[in-house]
């Protein structure tokens, strides 16, 4: 779909996309803007990662030529996971809320959750390999053996090679609460699992740590049109900083390709709260935008 460049005026905070602009054809990049538009960024970049490595990368997209590039509406393409060749990785037990939810579902090993939310290392675990993250509108699981399965909303730190935060997203750390409560041990197998974690819709930049503390993170759960759970909370109740968890996640580990983080929720439902199949789950960071994802059955 061609037309108009689109109106990108502001370079401070850009968002950038990955998307498929007809359904078979190759994923591209893309610039997208407030009014849901996405002007493509052909031929600039072939995979995130040298995006990511860019030192000014607000600066870079501000000074490309966009007049010939093909315009899109994002309503009308299929947006993917916004990374192509990076791991995904969480932080927990970063704000109160998950911290005492964790230490009520636990049978044995409440003091685990206690020690870790006080230690000087934060908790972080292995999510996802970039080929197996949801995009926006696709189905989030929660496992066919689990009886007690949460949406996690997260702010996602994209991170390039040096660690350094390039730009943030939205994150579900998809969590099947009575297998993690029956044993720590089996964290892995309560967080990791087919389709156990979503990104999107973009990658915002720009923005600096004082910034996205401000940020608000909202989730809305519908079932059948009606509304079954609400919550919120601010950024800026995360007891560590961006630049500690970025810190421990590079300790001993290389990620050339750069990586990115979850930095942990702080919304967990009411303990009576399961999810369901076809449930629609709708994340809402005020600097980034909306991750909207169906639950389904693996
Ligand atoms: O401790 C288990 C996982 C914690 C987590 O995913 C969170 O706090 O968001
Ligand atoms: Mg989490």
Redesign the pocket.
């Given at each position: 779909m061609r037309g108009l460049p689109a109106p990108i005026t502001d370079h401070s905070n850009m968002k950038f996309c990955r998307f498929l602009p007809t359904p078979s054809s190759p994923s591209s990049f893309g610039l997208l803007n407030d009014n849901g538009e996405i002007t493509e960024l052909s031929d600039q970049f072939n995979r995130l990662s040298e995006i990511l490595e860019l030192k000014d990368l607000a600066g870079h997209f501000a000074k490309l030529d966009l007049t010939k590039e093909r315009r899109f509406q994002a309503s009308a393409v299929r947006l993917l996971a916004p990374i192509d060749h990076q791991e995904v990785w969480?932080a927990?037990?970063?704000?109160l809320r998950?911290k005492t939810a964790?230490m009520d579902e636990s049978e044995f090993s409440a003091t685990a959750?206690d020690r870790v939310y006080e230690a000087a290392r934060p908790?972080i675990f292995f999510k996802a390999t970039a080929h197996k993250v949801v995009g926006p509108r696709d189905h989030v699981g929660i496992r066919a053996d689990a009886t007690w399965s949460v949406p996690?909303p997260?702010l996602a730190l994209v991170l390039n090679s040096r660690g350094e935060i390039a730009g943030y997203t939205i994150g579900n750390?998809m969590?099947s609460r009575d297998i993690?409560g029956e044993n720590l041990l089996y964290?892995p197998q309560a967080?990791i699992y087919r389709r156990s974690c979503a990104l999107g819709p973009c990658i915002v930049t720009g923005a600096g740590e004082a910034e996205a503390r401000q940020w608000e993170i909202q989730i809305t759960i519908q079932r059948a049109n009606a509304v079954v759970f609400q919550g919120k909370t601010n950024v800026g109740q995360i007891k560590r900083t961006f630049a500690e968890l970025a810190q421990y996640l590079f300790r001993s580990q290389e990620f050339p390709l750069g990586a990115v983080l979850l930095t942990?929720?702080g919304v967990v439902p009411a303990d009576d709260f399961t999810l369901q199949a076809a449930d629609q789950i709708r994340i809402e960071i005020s600097g980034i935008g909306a991750l909207e994802n169906s639950v389904k059955v693996v």
């Open positions: 969480a927990g037990v970063t704000y998950s964790r959750y908790e996690e997260e750390d969590s993690e964290l967080k942990g929720t």
